[in-house]
């Protein structure tokens, strides 16, 4: 194997990035993408397509919190080692340090625009839309057209319902590799308390209230509380689902977020704080991890809890659906990298893109974030500790019915309007109707300025 020298690219994203972005807090992004930045502001990056030794450099960038704080590089360099033997390429890589994904992707724009692109890029399931209208993703297909037989594998082996969702107008741009749900996960200590049994996997509403009840007689006085509200729109999104609305229509023509569904669910939550079910919502301490220790019995999360119950050794903990309100539509979201619209080694970028879907890169991934493999055949040892967790397999696949989580063209927008018509209703100071209505305008204007 190639002895290869593995190049750190930090200068960016810790110089100057980070200058510009100094005003970023948690959960908040105070700078958008330009919405008129297309393909043609975008030029190609000015560094080598290959080191001395002439290994080509395909560089990579993503999210700076996949480098882990322990080993460093060494889970990625494990995952991208058969990739540069075979391809006698280096995979350098460009971490690009993000309080959440609206503020990953403006800052991977402003590389972009600045000439400094990458390759290919980690784009998160909520950048999708955006990346195509900005114009900064580049498509697979003339790729796919003198590879078949790799497209034939990846579609005989990926979740249907997932396979094409990075199809657009008849374009593939990302191929996904591993996927995250949405579930309601309980700590089964406060449970035992509570004197409460696992519900079934699939419950409804009615149910969940009665639960609430009886967790908020059995904590009271004792510092805990019966249920953590969603903190952010992803994870507020699936409850939207349950109560058969949105942020946007599905086809993404119309914001429904102020219908009278969207309205009664905001409803709910101010009224779990107003009678005690729920504490306010506290950007200084973590909803998931709250989860942990305890201070809550239910939340909901992905398959990334398992993270934090690994990190504090605690496994006493189930999973199971969002309850059902007037139905049931457990969503997804998806890993993928897609191909920058400036590179200079097209093949090569591409080649890596279906590196990510074999099963060996997919499994690893799977491991590493506590992730769901998209392909069904692929078989992971998951950690021995699992096996202590209640209804594991709910968060081990997805079900036929799950649908995509909304990803607007004006999702870092989203995630600003969100985050404070969220904070400003469980605050006190708005009710649900006036929230609902106001933010939705807000949606309709940053949406508009996309189509304008």
Known sequence: MLQLKRKMSWLLTAALLVGMFTGCASNNVSDAPNPDANSNTLTESESSNSDASGSKILRWAFAGDMVSETEGTKPLEELVANFEDSNNCTVEFIPIARDNWSDYLTKLQTMMVSGNSPDVFQNPHEGGKMADNLGINKSLNDFIDEHPELWQDYIDNTYESVAYVRQVDGEIYALPFCLQDMVLWINLDRFQEA????????????????????????????????????????????????????????????????????????????????????????????????????????????????????????????????PEKYQSRPQYAIYSVEVCNTTSQYDLACQFCFYTVTPEFEAQWAINDSAIPARSDVEVEWPQEWDQVQNLDLVQSIPENAHSLQNPVCFTELVNIWNSMFTSAMAGEVNAEDACISAAEEIRSANDKYSS
């Open 195 to 322: 004197g409460l049994e696992i519900p079934d996997s699939n419950w409804k509403f009615e149910e969940f209230e009665e639960y609430l009840e009886i967790s908020k007689q059995a904590s009271e006085g004792k510092g805990w509380y019966p249920f953590g509200l969603p903190h952010d729109m992803s994870s507020y999104n699936q409850w939207l689902y349950n109560f058969d609305t949105g942020y946007f229509n599905d086809d993404y023509t119309e914001v429904i977020f102020d219908n009278e569904k969207s309205i009664e669910l905001l409803d709910f939550f101010i009224n779990c704080v107003n009678q005690g079910y729920s504490p306010i919502p506290d950007t200084n301490y973590d909803g998931w991890q709250q989860l942990v220790d305890g201070y809550v019995a239910m939340t909901s999360c992905g398959k990334w809890m398992l993270n934090y119950c690994e990190a504090a050794d605690f496994y006493n903990v189930a999973a199971v659906q969002v």
